[in-house]
C-alpha cells in the first residue's frame, strides 16, 4: 500500500505558475504508475496527466503545451509544473497511483487504486 500527500496549491492570477507535489510513502514508488487528476465543482474527476514507471507521460488534451509532469523516484516524489493557467484550471487537484511497470498511460479513474485527499488551485482573474 502506498500512502499519497498533495502539497502546493494555492490561489494565482491567471497566467501565472503553480508547482504540485505529491509525497509518495512507499520506497518501491519507482514501479508505480502516477497521474494527477482534478475534480472541479459540480464536474466528474478529471485526468490531467499521468507518467509511468518507465518515464512516458500523456497529457489531458486541455493541459498539453502548459503542463508538465515529472516524477523523482529517489525522493519518492510527483510533480506538476502548471503555467499559464486558467480560470478552468480551478479544481481540486488530486495525485493517484496504481503498482505496476511499464503500464499503459491511463485517465480512468477507477483504474488507479490509491489516492491523496487533494489540494486546491484556484485561478481568478
Known amino acids: 500500500q502506498v500512502q499519497l500527500v498533495e502539497s502546493g496549491g494555492e490561489s494565482v492570477q491567471a497566467g501565472g505558475s503553480l508547482t504540485l507535489t505529491c509525497a509518495a510513502s512507499?520506497?518501491?514508488?519507482?514501479?508505480?504508475?502516477v497521474a494527477w487528476f482534478r475534480q472541479a465543482p459540480g464536474k466528474g474527476r478529471e485526468g490531467v496527466a499521468v507518467?509511468?514507471?518507465?518515464?512516458?507521460?500523456s497529457y489531458a488534451d486541455s493541459v498539453e503545451g502548459r503542463f508538465t509532469i515529472s516524477r523523482d523516484n529517489a525522493k519518492t516524489r510527483l510533480y506538476l509544473q502548471m503555467n499559464d493557467l486558467k480560470l478552468e484550471d480551478t479544481a481540486v487537484y488530486y495525485c493517484a497511483a496504481r503498482s505496476g511497470l511499464g503500464l499503459l498511460n491511463s485517465f480512468v479513474p477507477r483504474d488507479y487504486n490509491y489516492w491523496g485527499q487533494g489540494t486546491q488551485v484556484t485561478v481568478s482573474s
Open positions: 507518467i509511468n514507471s518507465y518515464g512516458t507521460s
Open positions: 512507499r520506497d518501491t514508488f519507482s514501479s508505480y504508475s
